[in-house]
């Protein structure tokens, strides 16, 4: 089965002053573009006193293009890529690190500013720990009421569960598939409803 390595709990990490500067490290789950995007609005509200919070995110697969990093007013390429090559040097994912700065009053260069968000990076991420989950497909399923029974009894079949429900003018369904069970499920649902299910795969 494909997995992914991620963090395995959350956690908030202040490392040692370096030159009066603070570095507050924060280490989050984050599976899709909007959980991102949450902990981020978040943890700028909870810092918005700080000088810089500035971070890196990966999505998907290990080592694909699904990531962005952000400096926040550093110097290009001090902060946000550190934190980056921290979270790819381990092989993670499905993970947002957010590196917040209060300024000491003492410059650090380039070179010191890159050891302390790595530093920050790595000491938050090493107390967060790593597990090992199923990589897997978000499919949307769009049905009518009549086929609800048939379309509980694949999910049944499969040992799966929905995320969530929604019941309009149609059924909505999001359910998570481990990616090697996919075509299986798809194909099931469809026959078991003659065609009549609406299915998406989520980006």
Known sequence: MAVIRTIATPVCHEIPKIRGSRFIATVAATASPSEVTACLEELR???????????????????????????????????????????????????????????????????????????????????SGVVERPIVQRLRLL???????AIKAVLSTFDLEPESADYGAQVELAVAVVVEQVEAVEQALRDATKGRLELHREA
């Not at 509200?45 to 999505?59: E, G, P, V």
């Not at 968000?117 to 790595?122: D, I, K, L, N, T």
């Not at 049905?143 to 029974?149: C, R």
């Open 45 to 127: 509200q909870t810092y918005r006193d700080a000088t810089h919070n500035c971070f890196a995110w990966r999505l998907g697969r290990a080592g694909g293009d699904h990531m962005r990093y952000s400096d926040d007013g550093e110097p290009s390429g001090t902060a946000g890529r550190p934190i980056l090559q921290e979270i790819d040097g381990r092989g993670l994912t499905d993970v947002t690190v957010v590196v917040t700065r209060y300024y000491g009053g003492t410059k650090l260069g380039t070179g010191g500013l890159v050891r302390a968000y790595s530093e920050a990076a790595a000491a938050g991420l090493e107390l």
């Open 143 to 149: 049905h009518n009421y009549d086929d609800t029974g």
